[in-house]
């Protein structure tokens, strides 16, 4: 379990240094220039949206479709996103967000939960005046894109899960049961604790929020009837050496079509793709992979017939 925060940690540094940029002064509460994802990209607008009780720190880059990234668990917009932002705003407005107690976004007097979490994410396309979007979440992240699918779908145009969950038991058994471990003390002087600080961010709840972000998978949950009946389009990619069970993807590409073949009942509208050489938290590093399926995906024709040759 402490390899998992090691090797978590160690990613949030090369993540790091792929934004070439300055850090945050302690106790800075309004966004500055160098707060966006990354230096080679400006957001076209930033600053806070009054949701549900949150002021939810938000950025928008590009222009085009919307796409929505919801990061994961620990993280902000930058050591998500850092590496996706300037590929995907060539052509799309991408609006990022700091979830509930992430990054710039205060945590408030509210239980962590991705129903919850995904309110705030329709709360703030109202803000921002976006009738619908495509949304992709990682990790967490996912699990608030799911429920954001099942709670708001008039709001949902196409899905994208980046090893993300609909059932707790979609991990391994033992990513599963490493989660009631874990602890902040374990993540004592890892870039996680040291990003918390830097954002003016009390270093004495630091334990406290370490423990409010793991609430949400150390209880059960299972939405796997209401994902199933999503009627948006899905597309879920999880890695070959990712903590998410092969299984529990399959069993979600098979209810929306999967598991025949294309060549005589024609291609399903979702799909899934199972990325080579690639760890959970890997798929934040080899963006290289999944954004050109990502994309292929949200600007495609569904309803194309295969190929022929």
């Known amino acids: 379990m402490k390899y998992l925060v090691t090797f978590f940690s160690l990613a949030v540094l090369f993540m790091a240094a792929c934004q070439q940029q300055p850090s945050h002064p302690r106790n ?9 994802a990354t230096s080679d990209i400006k957001p ?3 600053g806070y949206a009054d949701v549900n009780g949150l002021k939810m720190y938000y950025e928008v880059y590009g222009s085009g479709k919307p796409l929505v990234l919801l990061h994961g668990s620990f993280m902000n917009i930058p050591m998500n996103w850092a590496k ?44 921002l005046k976006v009738d619908s979007a495509d949304v992709l979440g990682y ?3 996912g699990g608030i894109a799911f429920q954001f699918a099942v709670r708001h779908p008039e709001q949902l145009r196409r899905l994208v899960i980046l090893s993300g969950t609909y059932a707790h038991n979609g991990w391994w058994p033992d990513v599963e049961a490493s989660f009631a ?8 002087g890892s870039p996680i604790e040291k990003q918390y600080d830097s954002l003016g961010n009390d270093p004495a709840r630091f334990p406290e929020y370490i ?14 009837k209401e994902v199933k009946n999503i ?23 098979r209810a929306k079509g999967g598991g025949k073949m294309g060549d005589i009942h024609g291609l399903p509208q979702s799909r899934l793709a199972i990325l080579p050489g690639t760890t959970h938290i890997g798929m934040m590093v080899n963006t290289d992979l999944w954004i050109p399926m990502v994309k292929n995906f949200l600007d495609g024709d569904l309803n194309a017939p295969p190929p022929m040759f």
Do not use: C
């Open 28 to 36: 800075t509460a309004v966004p500055t220039k160098d707060s966006s």
């Open 44 to 46: 076209a607008e930033s």
């Open 84 to 127: 996706a932002i300037p590929v995907l705003a060539k052509d799309r407005k991408v609006i990022v967000a700091e979830m509930q107690g992430h990054g710039r976004t205060r945590d408030i007097d509210r239980k962590m939960s991705y129903e919850s979490m995904a309110d705030d994410v329709s709360a703030l396309l109202k803000h």
């Open 139 to 141: 990790s967490m992240g």
């Open 181 to 188: 471990g874990m602890n902040a003390e374990m993540f004592k």
């Open 211 to 224: 423990k409010k972000v793991l609430s949400i998978d150390v209880q059960a949950y299972d939405w796997t």
């Open 231 to 253: 009627k948006a389009p899905i597309f879920m990619a999880i890695g070959d050496a990712d903590g998410v069970r092969y299984e529990h993807a399959l069993e979600l590409f």
